[in-house]
């Protein structure tokens, strides 16, 4: 067979292009990624020749093979030119021939295509290894025309204004785990979103926490619309900003069964539903059958109603991420051996619901030995009552609240007393508890005793409520008045007695409690 002149002749301009102008000798590799670096430290035309053998039939059989077939010299000079391109652009020689191998259509598109497909994926973000990634696990990266379409939304979108504002590793998940099909229509997505409510400027936060493929890219732009109605009445865009990865989640087979079940029971209420959403909104990360355990388990095992477990959800919604089995019924148990009833679970959990999911071995074990400690019996419903009380707070606040009581004088029997008729006073902040004893001693001149009476005194907030009527009653009746009949009547009558205009309602309420 007659030979091929003008592969021949394109052979010999690419020796002797190769013999004269390429560095392929490079101190920085590995010797066993570059073969031109495996020559022994001879003189300077053996090694020239050994690379010049070694690299240049390395370097022919990607320019010159398609498919297994010999192309014409133009894909001889494309591919070797190709691989000068992707080394100028920062992609090592091994990552080089594998990407020429896994993507013949490379040799078919002009090297300017190639260099601003490469620049356009280096403005979002993805440059050095990240870019080398990419195009190893998604060849088809360099070449597909869907590729083009997105990066420029997020580069060039002015009115979207992406620039910068999504992660790189975002991007780099999305191309690499994703068809470029799929890609078609993430525009229109996005636009979608805007429309739904969601603010431009947190458009950004939004993309960098859902799974993007999942979100925006596997919906269509009808099952995309039909999403955002659905969330619409239950805390639309708000919803959305409080947990993007709601957009993850199929609507048919995950969304509205999960909401549905929510919705039904409360009655069909849809506000009161959305209340639950907005303050868990990842409720909806669990399944319907763990949301139906949860639920029928405090129906038959703590006898509650299910109008009463419901209102118990919209206190506390995090009780689904509660165990059922390593939190829930060992503390219903634990409730139950202290001799309260159903009706009393009830409104135990209403008023202490986090008793559900704290950590037994770090935080309620401690609680529980300490009030024993002062005088607690176990099993009994004043140490549940206790132990409602004390789980807003810390155990560290809890121990230096009963430091600053012993401090001032009351026993261990004193505080039991206290605190079986005022629980609260276990929990109240023990900087803010120590402020009030010491303007009860020192200012108002009273005993500490009187709190033995009167524990919820020390409830009361100090400059809004104590120290204003203090003073105001002080003018008429001197020193000698009741603590109690000073703080427990209302503003109103408080306001009709002292002939002053009433204060603040704000100030009725008690002191703000410690917090964990």
């Known amino acids: 067979m007659a030979a091929n002149v003008f592969l021949l002749h394109t052979v010999s301009r690419l020796r002797s292009f190769f013999a004269t102008s390429l560095p392929f000798t490079n101190q920085n590799q590995n010797q066993n990624q570059n073969p031109c670096t495996s020559v022994p430290p001879a003189s300077k035309s053996q090694s020239k020749s050994k690379c010049q053998s070694t690299c240049f ?31 100028e652009m920062g992609f090592n020689d091994k990552d080089a021939r594998v990407i020429l191998d896994t993507n013949a259509a490379l040799t078919y598109l002009p090297s300017d295509h190639i260099r601003s497909r490469i620049q356009l994926l280096q403005s979002v973000g993805l440059k050095g290894l990240a870019l080398s990634r990419v ?26 204004d992406l620039k910068g504002k999504i992660e790189p590793a975002q991007i780099e998940r999305l191309l690499t785990g994703t068809d470029p099909r799929f890609l078609v229509g993430f525009e229109t997505k996005l636009r979608l979103l805007l429309q739904f409510g969601i603010p431009k400027e947190k458009l950004g936060k939004v993309l960098n926490t859902v799974n993007l493929a999942k979100a925006l ?12 109605a659905f969330l619409h009445p239950f805390g639309g865009a708000d ?46 990360a669990y399944s319907l059958d763990h949301l139906k355990d949860h639920v029928e388990f405090l129906k038959s095992y703590a006898g509650l109603s299910y109008e009463e477990i419901f209102r118990v959800i919209l206190v506390y919604p995090s009780l689904f991420s509660a165990s059922r089995k390593r939190k829930l019924h060992p503390r219903i148990d634990f409730l139950k051996q202290c001799k309260l009833s159903s009706g009393d679970i009830y409104r135990f959990l209403i008023r202490a619901p986090l008793f559900l999911s ?16 002062i005088g607690y019996k176990n099993r009994t419903k004043e140490l549940a009552m206790a132990m409602g009380a004390v789980t807003r707070c810390s155990c560290k606040n809890f121990q230096a609240v009963v430091g600053v009581l012993l401090s001032y004088g009351l026993s261990c029997r004193d505080i039991l007393e206290m605190s079986k008729k005022h629980p609260q006073v276990l929990q109240y902040n023990h900087k803010s508890l120590e402020d009030k004893l010491e303007y009860l001693t020192q200012e ?33 009746l001197g020193e000698g008045m009741s603590i109690n009949k000073l703080l427990s009547v209302s503003t109103a009558s408080f306001a009709s007695t002292s002939r002053k205009k009433p204060i603040s309602e704000a100030d009725e309420n008690e002191e703000e409690m410690s917090q964990n």
């Open 217 to 228: 890219c596997f919906k269509s732009s009808e099952e995309m619309e039909r999403l955002l």
């Open 239 to 284: 919803l959305v900003l409080r947990w993007p990865a709601i957009l993850n989640y199929d609507l048919d087979s995950q969304l509205m069964p999960r909401i549905g079940y929510l919705l039904e029971l409360s009655g069909q209420d849809h506000h009161a539903t959305a209340t639950v959403l907005r303050k868990f909104p990842s409720a909806l």
């Open 444 to 476: 108002m001149g009273r005993e500490v005793g009187e709190l033995l009476s009167f524990p919820a005194f020390l409830g009361y907030k100090l400059d809004g409520r104590i120290k204003h009527r203090y003073e105001e009653r002080r003018k008429v």
């Open 135 to 160: 195009a190893l696990k998604r060849p088809d990266v360099l070449t597909a025309p869907e590729i083009d379409a997105i990066l420029s939304v997020i580069v060039d979108g002015d009115d979207l």
């Open 358 to 373: 704290l950590s037994f071995e770090e935080n309620l074990a401690n609680k529980l030995v300490f009030l024993v400690k």
């Open 57 to 87: 039939p390395l370097f022919i059989s990607h320019a010159v093979t398609v498919n297994g077939a010999h192309s014409a010299p133009m894909f001889a000079d494309s591919g070797i030119m190709l691989f000068l391109l992707f080394q």
